[in-house]
């Protein structure tokens, strides 16, 4: 008789925190992503470059939402929409992604103009970190960005993370432009002296039961 395959664990598909409310998105979201992208001009230029014609179009929007959905069911990048729990406002997404290797994952992160300056970055990078060393148990998270993304590199020293150096000349996805990249990491050992080790979180599986 053989014995049964385990099962493995379901990652956390819903995430909350004092302030937010962090899931994997739904087809809904496709507008909500629409407006915060929007609203915020050229806030979020290096994310999402202005085309030609203008705005992305709420099709292009669906396409990425579905993109996100089908990897985070695959168990492969998962993206989480950060919302504000009593009005379902989009704030922003948080990413962890596998591309820093193996053990380990990667952090990004956008968030929209009227957003900016709340700590709501910190907060939700926090989760991020916190579900990647407890639920997941790497051994380093990576966090990258841009020379000129100096909110973003304050995030990343407030969060306990070292900077380990300018890399020259990278380009990480094909929408993004090429260029220097800073680049910042934690290490297992080093995660329980952070912020993101004490945030309050609570953390729900694909049928919404709680992860202890």
Request: proline fraction near 8%.
């Amino acid at each position: 008789m053989s014995t049964p395959t385990a099962i493995p664990p379901s990652p956390p598909y819903l995430l909350r925190t004092p302030r937010l409310l962090l899931r994997c998105m739904e087809p809904a979201d496709a507008a909500r992503r629409k407006e915060a992208v929007d609203s915020s001009g050229d806030h979020l230029a290096d994310f999402f470059p202005r085309l030609p014609e203008g705005l992305l179009p709420l099709e292009t929007h669906a396409a990425q939402v579905r993109k996100f959905r089908g990897g985070f069911d695959l168990d492969q990048d998962r993206v989480y929409g950060t919302f504000e729990p009593d009005t379902g406002k989009l704030l922003g997404e948080g990413y962890l992604l596998k591309r820093a290797g193996l053990g380990a994952l990667e952090v990004g992160y956008w968030l929209r103009l009227d957003a900016v300056g709340q700590g709501i970055a910190s907060e939700m990078a926090s989760a991020l970190v916190k579900i990647a060393f407890e639920f997941d148990k790497v051994k380093r998270m990576d966090l990258m960005c841009s020379p000129r993304n100096e909110r973003s590199a304050a995030v990343a020293r407030r969060l306990g993370f070292t900077f380990e150096g300018r890399l020259r000349d990278r380009q990480l996805a094909p929408h993004h432009q090429r260029g220097d990249l800073l680049c910042f990491t934690l290490l297992d050992s080093e995660y329980p002296r952070t912020p993101a080790s004490q945030l309050p979180l609570q953390a729900f599986d694909f049928i919404g039961q709680r992860i202890p």
